[in-house]
């Protein structure tokens, strides 16, 4: 099944600087893609959706890059700020049968500091 | 907006008793589902359910049952907990499988000592 690997698992950036986060995953012909945002002791929240026919979605503050002949997803916060600081997790999922589920990347704790 | 509850929102349980989390979700969603987050291992998921009166197994389903009674709620058992099942537990819903964006409600912390 789908494996998705996400690095780093720790990022540190001071205010003001870029932060990437990567995810890969394994199976070609994976669909759909999201970013979720989880704060200290909150829920996930969306960030972004991304289907496989667009490569480049941007955001409020933030850009998802998405490189399907690398298998490779990547968030880019463009100049965080320490209301970003919290877990990110990218999920994937192909498209039929039962590979249609969610699976997600372990997580990035990211800590922006002033 | 799409609004997903759990309770209790935190429980402190001892080896060998039965723990019953439940999820309410207000969306109108078909799938619902339950995770368990443990600190590296990201979101794993161990039951969903796509109809009421049927459930369907995840990717780490021992020693858990689920029970979806209406389309509104979805219960997540542990009828013999271990200290091994000490997580955060999350349900969502969402509309469909796979393609949806799933809506997550706020966790369950389980402690089993």
């Known amino acids: 099944g789908e494996q998705v690997e996400q690095r780093p698992p720790h990022l540190s950036v001071r205010e003001g600087d870029s932060a990437v986060i990567t995810c890969t995953y394994t199976?070609?012909?994976?669909?759909?893609f999201f970013w979720y945002k989880q704060e200290p002791g909150a829920s996930l929240q969306l960030l972004m959706k991304?289907?496989?026919?667009?490569e480049i979605n941007e955001g409020q503050g933030f850009t998802v890059l998405l490189n399907k002949k690398d298998t490779r997803l990547s968030l880019n916060l463009t100049a965080a700020h320490p209301g970003d600081s919290a877990a990110y997790f990218c999920?994937?999922?192909?498209?039929?049968?039962?590979?249609?589920?969610?699976?997600f990347g372990k997580g990035t704790l990211l800590t922006v500091t002033p | 907006e799409a609004a997903v509850t759990q309770s209790p929102r935190s429980k402190v349980a001892v080896t060998g008793g039965k723990v019953t989390l439940s999820c309410h979700q207000t969306n109108n969603h078909d799938y619902m589902y339950w995770y368990r987050q443990d600190t590296g291992h990201g979101l794993r998921l161990i039951h969903y359910?796509?109809?009421?009166?049927?459930?369907e197994k995840g990717d780490i389903p021992d020693g858990y049952k689920a029970s979806r009674p209406s389309q509104e709620n979805f219960s997540l058992i542990l009828e013999l907990a271990s200290l091994s099942q000490t997580a955060v537990y999350f349900c969502?819903?969402?509309?469909?499988?796979?393609?949806?964006?799933?809506?997550f409600g706020p966790g369950t912390r389980l402690l089993v000592l």
């Open positions: 999920a994937v999922s192909a498209s039929g049968g039962s590979n249609y589920k969610l699976t």
């Open positions: 969502a819903s969402s509309p469909d499988w796979g393609e949806d964006t799933q809506y």
């Open positions: 359910s796509y109809v009421a009166d049927s459930t």
């Open positions: 199976d070609p012909n994976s669909y759909y």
């Open positions: 991304v289907f496989s026919s667009t």
